[in-house]
């Protein structure tokens, strides 16, 4: 049975033409599932009988089944969803207190760059995501939110994997999102751990769609031993394509950084990452360290993130300290890890 998500609006276009009916049904149907949120066909109540019929005999929404689910205490959710040949992923829905539903989403089932500190990491590399299985966890998200009158307002794809380690596929999704889902540009963050080619390729598409890249260390050395990736693209490789990117697209980009007491909290290090972006146009997002089963440091205390902040601002760099959220349920950024296999679902999770 075909999954209606693996296909764009033009893509529904040509199966619809072949059998017989006129283009404007692909928008009808589009925003039946994406602005209505309704996914049974049937209730698809201004199509003909006979296409409601069909697209029930030979279509399917999505193909994300729901394995478990868990709610934090700073109501932060997370979803474990199982694809269809068994792989497991994670998703997070974030509430703040202006109003703001933000969604972190997963390009792939695992991830293949190993980034010492991070519990996707650790983990190892299953495959790649479909643009459809990318989207389909933005748009459960949405259609859960929409049924208590609230809206999915933000997406991060900071979940598990290296969205430009599945290039194509993350864009693609991106794409559906603004389109489709209706998501703005400016309210899509892509994050990556410094794949230079594709910053420099993403800096040609021309999206309004934010970029972040994880930094974590300002010294060759220190960061090849949390981030395998730079002994392939090392900073300097990696600072030259974020200049790239500000250049061609005028968007400021956001570095972030993972506070690690006693390694990457030092005046040193600030004092080397204050060099190393200054004049730049960026910003830069510090994260007290999230902890992980495999990994054995800590989060810096206050004293040492108030430190960092303010030799950064001597190098004129704006700095944000973020609020660690959903750490109890394993939710926070780089705790991301499919080990959950219990089909138990908690009905409390959103």
Request: net charge neutral; charged share 25%.
């Amino acid at each position: 049975m075909q999954n209606l998500l693996e296909l764009d609006r033009d893509g529904l276009i040509q199966v619809l033409a072949k059998w017989g009916q006129p283009s404007f049904r692909a928008r009808q149907i589009l925003t039946w599932v994406f602005q209505r949120h309704v996914t049974d066909f049937s209730e698809m109540t201004d199509l003909p009988l006979s296409l409601r019929e069909r697209l029930m005999a030979e279509m399917r929404v999505g193909s994300l089944s729901l394995a478990h689910q868990r709610r934090s205490r700073d109501g932060t959710s997370k979803r474990v969803y199982r694809l269809d040949d068994g792989q497991l992923i994670e998703t997070v829905l974030m509430h703040y207190r202006d109003g703001r539903r933000s969604a972190c989403i997963s390009t792939q089932a695992g991830c293949a760059l190993g980034c010492i500190f991070c519990a996707t990491g650790q983990m190892g590399f299953a495959r790649h995501l479909s643009a459809a299985e990318i989207v389909e966890q933005a748009l459960l998200l949405a259609q859960d939110l929409a049924r208590r009158g609230e809206r999915l307002s933000n997406v991060v794809l900071m979940g598990m994997g290296e969205p430009f380690h599945n290039y194509d596929e993350s864009l693609k999704a991106v794409r559906r999102l603004m389109d489709d889902l209706g998501v703005g540009a400016r309210h899509i963050t892509i994050s990556t751990v410094g794949l230079v080619p594709q910053i420099r390729r993403f800096a040609d598409e021309g999206l309004q769609v934010r970029l972040a890249v994880s930094l974590h260390a300002a010294t060759d050395e220190d960061r090849s031993d949390l981030l395998p990736v730079n002994r392939r693209w090392p900073l300097r490789e990696l600072m030259a394509a974020c200049r790239h990117y500000v250049r061609k697209t005028g968007r400021r980009i956001t570095f972030e950084w993972a506070l690690i007491r006693g390694e990457t909290d030092t005046m040193e290090q600030a004092h080397a990452l204050g060099r190393l972006l200054q004049g730049l146009l960026c910003h830069v997002n510090a994260i007290p360290l999230n902890p992980t089963a495999d990994y054995a440091g800590s989060p810096s205390g206050s004293e040492e993130v108030e430190r960092f902040v303010s030799i950064l601002a001597d190098y004129g760099i704006r700095t944000t300290v973020r609020v660690r959220r959903g750490i109890d349920i394993d939710a926070g950024c780089g705790q991301l890890r499919a080990a959950v296999q219990s089909n138990e679902v908690n009905s409390d999770a959103l």
